[in-house]
């Protein structure tokens, strides 16, 4: 059963304009959500966090919202750069008891320039 | 570079075969996760280490096994290796046991049953 969920694999965005990338999860008791970028052969690197009792957090081009009602978080890049494509992938965090984080399948976003 | 290492980058072996993949974390860090991650799969967590004790279990199968040496460098092992163990290993390492610390993952291990 997978608790997080990336329904889109793959994304097009022209760049210079907004990229969209959503995430949803299931479990109510996540409490920390983060963003990776992975590029082809290296491994993921971090790129943005939120705690559960936050509903936006920013990082110069990188916005990542929030909605716990709906268990839904989404990554907003604006404005998009062709170094920007990549996989990216969200997880969660579940704190019961030991910290495991829960992953997503990515998705493949491509900047069109 | 995030300054966490892996070794081998590559290993291609048979079925049935032993394997070990090995896992230098970033200088400092006391915590080492390992990742699985399948042909269009995202990343399946295995198991974390702190410190040399296990904290975390994750899916990880019989067949497999880790450990985090004093040196704070971790290993894990594949045994039985089935073709459907084919995949993406990445190691993972943070300060601390993971409230709020970010991970570090190095390149990855890519490993291919025949």
């Known amino acids: 059963d997978q608790q997080v969920k990336q329904n889109s694999p793959s994304l097009s965005v022209q760049e210079g304009r907004i990229s969209i990338l959503n995430c949803d999860y299931t479990?109510?008791?996540?409490?920390?959500f983060l963003w990776y970028k992975k590029y082809p052969a290296e491994g993921p690197t971090f790129l943005i966090s939120?705690?559960?009792?936050?509903d936006k957090n920013e990082d110069g081009r990188f916005t990542v919202f929030l909605n716990k009602s709906a268990k839904h978080l989404s990554l907003h890049i604006v404005p998009s750069q062709p170094g920007d494509s990549a996989v990216y992938f969200c997880?969660?965090?579940?704190?019961?008891?030991?910290?495991?984080?829960?992953f997503g399948t990515g998705t493949r976003l491509k900047v069109l320039a | 570079d995030s300054g966490v290492t892996q070794t081998p980058k590559h290993l291609i072996t048979a079925t049935g075969q032993r394997v070990t993949l090995r896992c230098s974390p970033r200088?400092?860090?006391?915590?080492v996760y390992w990742y699985q991650q399948s042909l269009d799969q995202g990343l399946q967590f295995l198991i974390q280490?702190?410190?040399?004790?296990?904290?975390a279990k994750g899916n990880i199968l019989e067949r497999f096994s880790a450990q985090q040496f004093p040196d704070l460098h971790s290993e894990l092992n594949l045994s039985s290796l089935e073709l459907g163990d084919s995949a993406l290993y990445f190691c993972?390492?943070?300060?601390?046991?993971?409230?709020?610390?970010?991970?570090?993952f190095g390149p990855g291990t890519r490993l291919t049953v025949l």
């Open positions: 993972a390492s943070s300060v601390g046991q993971g409230s709020y610390n970010e991970q570090f």
């Open positions: 479990n109510s008791m996540f409490d920390y």
């Open positions: 939120i705690s559960s009792i936050k």
């Open positions: 997880a969660a965090r579940s704190p019961s008891g030991t910290y495991k984080y829960i």
């Open positions: 200088s400092g860090d006391l915590s």
């Open positions: 280490y702190y410190n040399g004790e296990e904290r």
